[in-house]
C-alpha cells in the first residue's frame, strides 16, 4: 500500500535555531496536511498543501508540485512551545483516507 | 479548541465488555473518519463516512466495531467486545469533502484492562 516515510524520527533543537522535516511517499498524492500533536493527544492542523508552499509565522510548508512524491516543513527559530510531535499525513488521488508518517518527536531546549 | 467534538476524553473497560465512544463533526462537514492511534504513534484508519453512508472500512472494523453517522445525532464507534490491544487513542476527523483538510477532534483514550 501507499507509504509515507517521514524523518526525522527524533529532533533535538536549542531555542533559535532553524531546522527541516520531511516526508517521501512512494507514490504520487495528490495532497498533504501537517498536523502537531500536543501532550494531550490533539492533533493540531499546521498546513494543508495541494501544491506549492504556505507560511505561517515561523513555519513554513511546501510541497513538491511537479512529482508530489515529497512534502518538507521548516520551522525557523524553534522556540519552546513547538516541542511535540509533528505528523505529515498524505492522500493520493481516488483515495479519501490519509496516511500518515511515522512522526518527528521535537524537543527544544533552552 | 477543536470544532470537532469526541467523547468521552477517557474510557476504560474491562476485557470483553463494549467499549463506545462519539464525535460531533464540524458543521457543513458530511465526511468522518475514524484511526486510531497506538502506543507507538502509528495511525490505523478504522472507518469513514460520507452523511449517513459507510464509504470505506478495514476488516477489523466490519468484524469487530459498530459504526455509525445518523443524521442530526453524534457519529459513534463501537468496540462489540474489548481486547487488551484495542487500548489506543481512537481519533475521529471530518472534511468537507473527501479532498480537503481534515479537522481531528481530542480524541478519546481507550484503556482495556
Known amino acids: 500500500g501507499d507509504q509515507v516515510e517521514q524523518s526525522p524520527s527524533a529532533l533535538s533543537l536549542h531555542e533559535g535555531t532553524d531546522s527541516a522535516l520531511r516526508c517521501n511517499f512512494t507514490?504520487?498524492?495528490?495532497?498533504v496536511q501537517w498536523f502537531r500533536q500536543n501532550s494531550r493527544g490533539s492533533l493540531i492542523s499546521l498546513f494543508y498543501?495541494?501544491?506549492?508552499t504556505k507560511e505561517n509565522g515561523r513555519l513554513k510548508s511546501a510541497f513538491d508540485s511537479k512529482e508530489r512524491r515529497y512534502s518538507t516543513l521548516h520551522i525557523r527559530d524553534a522556540q519552546l512551545e513547538d516541542s511535540g510531535t509533528y505528523f505529515c499525513?498524505?492522500?493520493?488521488?481516488?483515495?479519501?483516507?490519509?496516511?500518515f508518517g511515522a512522526g518527528t518527536r521535537l524537543k527544544v531546549i533552552a | 479548541n477543536s470544532k470537532v467534538i469526541q467523547t468521552p476524553r477517557y474510557l476504560v473497560k474491562g476485557q470483553g465488555q463494549k467499549a463506545k465512544m462519539r464525535c460531533i463533526p464540524e458543521?457543513?462537514?458530511?465526511?468522518v473518519f475514524w484511526y486510531q492511534q497506538n502506543k507507538n504513534n502509528e495511525f490505523k484508519f478504522l472507518i469513514n463516512?460520507?452523511?449517513?453512508?459507510?464509504?470505506?472500512q478495514i476488516d477489523m472494523t466490519e468484524k469487530r466495531f459498530s459504526a455509525e453517522c445518523p443524521s442530526n445525532s453524534p457519529c459513534s464507534l463501537e468496540i462489540q467486545s474489548s481486547e487488551a490491544g484495542d487500548s489506543a487513542l481512537y481519533l475521529c476527523?471530518?472534511?468537507?469533502?473527501?479532498?480537503?483538510?481534515?479537522?481531528f477532534g481530542s480524541g478519546t483514550r481507550l484503556l482495556v484492562i
Open positions: 476527523a471530518s472534511s468537507r469533502t473527501g479532498n480537503s483538510d481534515y479537522t
Open positions: 507514490t504520487t498524492m495528490r495532497s
Open positions: 498543501l495541494a501544491s506549492g
Open positions: 499525513a498524505a492522500v493520493n488521488t481516488g483515495n479519501y483516507k490519509y496516511v
Open positions: 458543521k457543513g462537514h458530511p465526511v
Open positions: 463516512f460520507q452523511n449517513q453512508e459507510v464509504l470505506q
